[in-house]
Every structure is written in structure tokens, then in C-alpha cells.
């Protein structure tokens, strides 16, 4: 049976488009959840006849509230994995508590270094010569969730902001996709900051 999948993103979508691109038996994309009411993803959902909920935070009176009705519209599809697909809020005790160890994200850097919402350009200031990608489970923390899988990506002497973190979004996809594969196929287990994927 396909592995339920619910997306949650902000933006254009680019990570949402190559999990539908390579959508096969082994997973099945539910719904896109967004904060965002003009987010690129939300025509992407609705030309691959996957279902939208938005959430949007001004709607709410507080945090509290709308990490609750957040969790709520993820619970509506029952899903066995969570995938955050740039997805640029931070996930409060409500949703996390109801899907504990079943959220994953990406990041554009080699965690734990460089945390946050400006990796690539943090990296490019640090003078590093390779940075990379993270696919890590998601807990209370900004980014410091258990790592899955991690690969470098070359910081070359020409490269910007935008050069680099494009070469890093390739590298993004690939990896979303073969994790959410491999969860489907041995499932997901987390011990002692672990991951394991049998």
C-alpha cells in the first residue's frame, strides 16, 4: 500500500514538483498544506489533482491557534509521513504532538551548520568551501532535528547566493524523493537522535 504523504510548503514549490514528478506506486501525495494564499505550490496541487488546505497565520489570534488548526488540516488526510517542502514557519507542540517522528524537512546546508532561514548566504559569509543538503526529522528546535541524509555540494570561488543554492536545490530534490521512497519501502524509526530506515 502507497505510503500516505501530506506536503507542507510556502513558496514556489520546487521540492512539492519533483515529489509529484516522481510520484510512483511507492507513495501518494494527499494534500499541500500552506500558510500562504498565494503560494506557486497551490497551482502545482491543483494541475496534479492533489488536494489544498491553507492555514494562513492571519486568520488566527495567536500562534497557539494556528499550530492547532495547522494540525488539524494535516490530520483531515491521515497521513503516515509529514513532509515540510520549504514550508518557512517553525511547527509548534500541536502539529508535532500529532505526528511525533512522521515530519521531515530539507535544508540547504550541511547541518548542524547553519541553521536557519539564510544557509546558503551564511555559508557564502563563512568562506566554506562546501556546504550541502540535510533531509532531517523535525522536532521543537529551528533545524536540529535528527539528520536522515546528508550531501555536500562544492562552493566554487564564482559562486552567489543564487548560483550556489541552486546547484544545492538539485541536489534537495534528488534526495526528498529517494527518502520518502525509502520510508515508504522500511518505514521511518527515530532512537537516541538516530534514524533508522527498516
Known amino acids: 500500500m502507497a505510503l ?20 510512483d506506486d511507492s507513495y501518494q501525495l494527499l494534500a499541500l498544506v500552506t500558510d500562504n494564499p498565494t503560494a506557486g505550490a497551490i497551482g502545482l496541487a491543483e494541475a496534479a489533482a492533489v488536494a489544498v ?16 488548526a495547522l ?3 494535516i490530520g483531515e488526510f491521515r497521513p503516515q509521513l509529514v513532509v515540510s517542502a520549504g514550508f518557512m514557519r517553525v511547527l509548534g507542540a500541536p502539529v508535532l504532538q500529532c505526528f511525533p517522528d512522521r515530519i521531515i524537512n530539507t535544508h540547504p546546508a550541511l547541518l ?7 544557509a546558503v548566504r551564511d555559508a557564502l559569509s563563512a568562506g566554506v568551501t562546501e556546504t550541502g543538503s540535510t533531509v532531517h526529522v523535525i522536532d521543537a528546535g529551528v533545524d536540529t532535528g535528527p539528520v536522515i541524509v546528508q550531501e ?14 541552486e546547484r544545492i536545490k538539485v541536489v534537495e530534490r534528488r534526495l526528498l524523493v529517494d527518502v520518502v521512497r525509502r520510508i515508504a519501502a522500511h518505514g521511518l524509526a527515530v532512537h537516541d537522535r538516530k534514524v533508522t530506515l527498516a
Not at 112 to 118: N, R, V
Open 71 to 73: 494540525a488539524a488540516a
Open 4 to 23: 500516505r504523504v501530506v506536503v507542507l510548503a510556502s513558496g514556489t514549490g520546487s521540492l512539492f514538483q519533483a515529489l509529484i514528478e516522481s510520484c
Open 152 to 165: 555536500a555540494t562544492a562552493v566554487l570561488p564564482e559562486d552567489d547566493e543564487a548560483s550556489l543554492h
Open 112 to 118: 548542524p551548520l547553519f541553521p536557519g532561514a539564510h
Open 53 to 68: 488546505r491553507v492555514v494562513e497565520p492571519a486568520n488566527f489570534a495567536d500562534r497557539e491557534e494556528w499550530n492547532i
